[in-house]
């Protein structure tokens, strides 16, 4: 078999990383919502070993030494971990439901949308082929934090520095807002919820 130059391994080995975080996460979407009622995921904690089970696969996917790919990779990678999260923080935020088996979930999935945003900050106001994508999961993992902090059975799983993160994506929705219509939409929201911070 012919020898792959440096730049074909690279380029394989991205597309099967990839393919790896994709089948993972379709797994993940598929168990949960073959398990939601309504919507709702009112026996989340009988999912708590499969969770389990996903983290450890999640964290056993290829990393890359470069650097546009690596963070590309680290995105569908943050995908998959919001997904495994999502039943949970769904059920304490939304629904006001939480359960001590389920409660580590919910905290990680809230430190993992903090993490979104600290990871994405480098690319904030830089033009890249991520910039629609990254508006928008940015946006809602600040969202996901503003919810929590308004739900009692929520506020006390935050993660410390939870605020910072949310100003981070105010300030990109501020920088982008000239060019993308829909960041000056998400922008006055953030700025509305951020404003009753004080309340």
């Not at 690279?10 to 990383?17: T, V």
């Not at 398990?35 to 964290?59: I, K």
């Not at 410390?160 to 105010?170: C, E, F």
């Amino acid at each position: 078999m012919e020898q792959l130059s440096p730049e074909e391994s690279r380029a394989w080995y991205f597309f099967l990383a990839e393919t790896a975080i994709r089948r993972l996460t379709m797994r993940i979407i598929q168990l949960f919502f073959r398990n939601q009622t309504d919507g709702r995921f009112p026996d989340a904690h009988l999912m708590r070993e499969y969770s389990l089970d996903f983290e450890v696969q999640a964290a056993e996917c290829p990393e890359m030494s470069d650097d546009v790919l690596k963070f590309v990779l680290r995105g569908h990678l943050l995908d998959c971990y919001e997904w495994i999260y999502f039943p949970y923080m769904l059920e304490a935020i939304a629904h006001q439901h939480r359960q001590a088996q389920t409660d580590e979930f919910v905290a990680r999935g809230l430190q993992m949308s903090m993490e979104r945003i600290h990871k994405n900050r480098k690319g904030f106001k830089h033009r890249h082929h991520g910039v629609w994508l990254m508006l928008r999961s940015c946006t809602r993992s600040a969202l996901i934090l503003l919810a929590a902090s308004r739900c009692h059975e929520a506020v006390e799983l935050l993660p410390p520095g939870w605020k910072d993160a949310v100003l981070g994506v105010v300030e990109m929705l501020a920088y982008w807002q000239e060019e993308v219509e829909d960041a000056r939409d998400r922008l006055r929201i953030l700025k509305e919820l951020i404003d009753t911070w004080g309340a």
